[in-house]
């Protein structure tokens, strides 16, 4: 596994155990702030710790924005000089997938 795969790994297994928490105390922040449909939260609040480290697997998870990524470069663009290059290229990424 190489570096990029370990961060993945650790971001995606930080996001599974505040998932699982939030599914299994505060439901309904799991459904407002992850958009996290009833279902998954049900199965999320009764899965094991063990079971959650091995879907943190970056090959088997990938996460992205909810937002479309035109809401994204817009957002991107809202922020200012820091993100003009950035911004750039998504508004390029997003053109061609569009």
């Avoid at 094991?48 to 909810?66: C, V």
């Amino acid at each position: 596994m190489n570096d990029l795969e370990r961060d993945l790994l650790q971001l995606n297994l930080l996001y599974l155990q505040c998932a699982r928490q939030w599914a299994q105390f505060k439901p309904n922040q799991a459904r407002i702030q992850l958009g996290l449909p009833q279902t998954a939260i049900n199965l999320l609040a009764q899965t094991q710790l063990l079971d959650i480290q091995q879907l943190a697997d970056p090959h088997l998870l990938q996460f992205q924005p909810r937002g479309t990524p035109k809401q994204f470069v817009e957002l991107i663009k809202s922020r200012g000089n820091g993100f003009n290059k950035l911004s750039y290229y998504l508004t390029s990424v997003s053109t061609r997938q569009n």
